[in-house]
Nanobody
Framework: QVQLVESGGGSVQSGGSLRLSCAAS????????MSWFRQAPGKEREAVAT???????DYSDSAKGRFTISIDNAKNSLYLEMNSLQPEDTAMYYC????????????????????????WGQGTQVTVSS
C-alpha cells in the first residue's frame, strides 16, 4: 500500500511564502505523476499543479507564476513552493499521486483531474490573512 504524508502548512500574512512537502512511502512503483490539490471550505477540490518523475510540470491558472512544484525522486518526495500568497489561497492542500509499475516520462497533465489520481494524503492547512 502507499502512504502520502503532507507537511509544511501554516498561517502567513498576505504576500508571504510557504513550502509544502509530501513524503510518499510504500509500493511507489517505477514512476509517478504527483499533484497538489486544494479545497477551501464550501468549495470543490481543485488542482494546483502536477509533475512527473521526468520533471515536467503543469500548473492551474491560479498557480502559474506564484507556485513552483518540484519532485525529488530519490527521496520519494513532492514539494510546493508558494509565494505571494493571498487570502484566496487559504485552503486545505492535498498531495495526490498515480504510480506506474513501469517507467513513465510522459505528460502528467491528466493528473490535474482528481478523478485520475489513485492516492491522497490527509492534507495540510494553509491560512493566509490579509
Amino acid at each position: 500500500q502507499v502512504q502520502l504524508v503532507e507537511s509544511g502548512g501554516g498561517s502567513v500574512q498576505s504576500g508571504g511564502s510557504l513550502r509544502l512537502s509530501c513524503a510518499a512511502s510504500g509500493n511507489t512503483g517505477a514512476a509517478a505523476c504527483m499533484s497538489w490539490f486544494r479545497q477551501a471550505p464550501g468549495k470543490e477540490r481543485e488542482a494546483v499543479a502536477t509533475i512527473g518523475t521526468g520533471g515536467h510540470a503543469d500548473y492551474s491558472d491560479s498557480a502559474k507564476g506564484r507556485f513552483t512544484i518540484s519532485i525529488d525522486n530519490a527521496k520519494n518526495s513532492l514539494y510546493l513552493e508558494m509565494n505571494s500568497l493571498q487570502p484566496e489561497d487559504t485552503a486545505m492542500y492535498y498531495c495526490a499521486a498515480r504510480f506506474f509499475s513501469v517507467a513513465y516520462r510522459g505528460s502528467c497533465y491528466a493528473y490535474l483531474d482528481k478523478a485520475n489520481v489513485d492516492y491522497w494524503g490527509q492534507g495540510t492547512q494553509v491560512t493566509v490573512s490579509s
